[in-house]
């Protein structure tokens, strides 16, 4: 169990460095006010037996599990109120739910309202796996004649085109070329 020192220094370790790798104790030891580095090994010493860092090539991380937003295993009903069971099932990081830290993974920020029928609204974050392919029904970020968009890709009997998910828009039909970029792979929206 931590002393309370001990946890605020770990709450200004988690959010001075985050996941990366953490620096020398001297470094610590001097941004955090210490005289010497040996009181840095102390605190890290705790941290390592409670494992909240862990050890790689004699580097120290933070535990990843120790990032993102609280999962808990009972679900919340989007119709008539019910207790809430309050049964922590694990830490959850949208990193790791749609796989951003991959190379092929990128985030966009979704300006008009083509697309609201299917949930999807302006300043929403659309999350796309980069692929030059996609299936019938995919929603897909794709450059088509002139410009990006983000839309229902169509192939029906050979004709391809793009299909918004509102009424006011018409579908794109590619008059020269038509390239997937990716495929949406889900939605961040903040409140």
């Not at 609280?70 to 739910?97: N, T």
């Not at 697309?115 to 974050?125: A, C, S, T």
Request: aromatic content about 14%.
């Amino acid at each position: 169990m931590l002393t309370e020192k001990q946890k605020i220094f770990f709450e200004k370790l988690k959010e001075s460095y985050g996941q990366d790798v953490l620096p020398s104790f001297e470094i610590i030891a001097k941004a955090f006010g210490f005289k010497h580095k040996n009181s840095v090994w102390q605190y890290f010493k705790k941290l390592k037996d409670e494992n909240l860092i862990q050890e790689k090539n004699n580097r120290f991380y933070i535990n990843k599990n120790l990032f993102g937003a609280v999962l808990f295993s009972s679900s919340v009903k989007a119709g008539f109120a019910s207790a809430a069971d309050d049964y922590i099932e694990k830490r959850v990081s949208l990193d790791e739910c749609f796989d951003i830290n991959s190379p092929s993974t990128f985030l966009f920020t979704v300006s008009g309202d083509s697309m609201i029928n299917l949930g999807i609204y302006e300043g929403d974050k659309v999350i796309i796996e980069k692929t030059n392919t996609a299936k019938n029904g995919d929603i897909v970020v794709a450059f088509i004649d002139d410009g990006y968009t983000l839309k229902t890709y169509r192939n029906k009997n050979s004709k391809v085109w793009l299909e918004p998910a509102n009424p006011d828009y018409p579908n794109l039909y590619p008059k020269e070329q038509l390239i997937i970029f990716g495929i949406a792979k889900g939605i961040v929206r903040k409140l």
